[in-house]
Nanobody, 114 residues
Framework: QVQLVESGGGLVQAGGSLRLSCAASGSTFSIKTMGWFRQVPGNQREFLARILNDGSTYYADSVKGRFTISRDNAKNTVYLQMTSLKPEDTAVYYC????????WGQGTQVTVSS
């Protein structure tokens, strides 16, 4: 299937910006859509953004206007550009690719300090 590796997480001050990357490998030809989710321990995993093969993008209301999803087809990589970060954005961020099944990355920690 597809293997996903997230990177770019770290510590940032409130109001700052951060860009996450997700590199896909394996059966990348079978990917239908890719997206970003986040999860705080004890909570459900939350949808943030997704991008389709035609380039269409969709966002959760909580991040619309602050986060931007994009892709580089040649590198099989998707990005999440995050701006105006808030302490409540602190979570583990996961990349997801949909083929005939759901494929998840290992996650990358984002911590926003006040």
């Amino acid at each position: 299937q597809v293997q996903l590796v997230e990177s770019g997480g770290g510590l940032v001050q409130a109001g700052g910006s951060l860009r996450l990357s997700c590199a896909a490998s394996g059966s990348t030809f079978s990917i239908k859509t890719m997206g970003w989710f986040r999860q705080v321990p004890g909570n459900q995993r939350e949808f943030l953004a997704r991008i389709l093969n035609d380039g269409s993008t969709y966002y959760a209301d909580s991040v619309k206007g602050r986060f931007t999803i994009s892709r580089d087809n040649a590198k099989n990589t998707v990005y999440l550009q995050m701006t105006s970060l808030k302490p409540e954005d602190t979570a583990v961020y996961y990349c997801r690719a949909t083929t005939t099944r759901i494929n998840w990355g290992q996650g990358t920690q984002v911590t926003v300090s006040s």
